[in-house]
């Protein structure tokens, strides 16, 4: 599935989720990402983010889809240069 994921942090633990986040997907911009995943990937990537994060003061927020084909993206700016992900 492709999935696009943003988190809000607080400044103790937006290190630990960056480090976190890039392991499964790409860094598009400061804490936004994107990428295909397994559902697998993506229980493994919850459930060690809910381990960093204060589900009561920090947000993570994801947009899922079957493909990225039926995903419109348009870039105003400069892109961020993607990594590959190796798993």
């Known amino acids: 599935m492709y999935v696009i994921l943003v988190y809000d942090m607080g400044q103790k ?15 598009i911009q400061n804490s936004v990402f994107e ?4 559902e697998i990937q993506l229980k493994e990537l919850l459930y060690e983010a809910r381990r960093i994060m204060r589900e009561d003061e920090d947000s993570l927020i ?19 240069q993607s990594t590959d992900n190796f798993l």
């Open 62 to 80: 994801l947009f899922k889809n079957r493909d990225q084909k039926w995903l419109d993206k348009e870039i105003v700016g400069v892109e961020r």
């Open 35 to 38: 990428g295909e995943m397994t």
């Open 13 to 27: 633990r937006v290190g630990k989720m960056l480090k976190l986040c890039r392991r499964y997907l790409n860094w």
